[in-house]
């Protein structure tokens, strides 16, 4: 192989279309653009969409749905990141002091998953039905405010 002799593929290169040039190209004249009308013009464009005045699909269909902006700063915590933690009373700051949540959560919610041995007693944070009992059963508590 020598640098001087490289060359693409057959096939891969197509040659650009080069519109009115002329009779013999087959795109002369009207260069593929039919005749008269808005897009046979310089500048004629309508935005995507446009169904010529009717009203468009899109608005013809009712709304649905919501994505709501809030749903990443709900955070999960797990039984197993509760067992790591230093003290016994839990709530949001504490998880935020500790790297457990993020610092811009809002709330957050314990979720079963890992196992729990020691007493720890949460405010105001959520906790799963089975977390509940997992924390109930280690002897600790759970007040939501």
């Not at 809030?70 to 915590?77: D, G, I, P, Q, Y």
């Not at 933690?85 to 993020?102: H, N, R, S, W, Y």
């Not at 949460?122 to 002897?139: C, N």
Request: net charge positive; hydrophobic share 40%; proline share 3%.
């Amino acid at each position: 192989m020598e640098l001087n002799k490289l060359k693409p593929a057959s096939g891969a290169k197509r040659t650009r279309r080069r519109v009115g040039r002329g009779i013999g190209s087959g795109l002369g004249k009207t260069a593929g653009r039919g005749h008269k009308g808005q897009t046979s013009r310089a500048g004629g464009f309508h935005k995507v969409g446009f169904e010529g005045g009717q009203m468009p699909l899109a608005r013809r269909l009712p709304k649905r749905g919501f994505t709501s902006l809030t749903r990443a700063l709900n955070v999960e915590v797990r039984l197993s990141d509760l067992e790591k933690l230093p003290v016994g009373e839990v709530d949001l700051l504490v998880l935020k002091q500790a790297g457990v949540v993020p610092g811009d959560a809002l709330s957050a919610k314990v979720i079963l998953s890992g196992k729990l041995a020691k007493k720890v007693s949460l405010k105001g944070v959520g906790a799963s039905k089975g977390a509940k009992a997992a924390i109930e059963a280690a002897g600790g508590s759970v007040v939501a405010e």
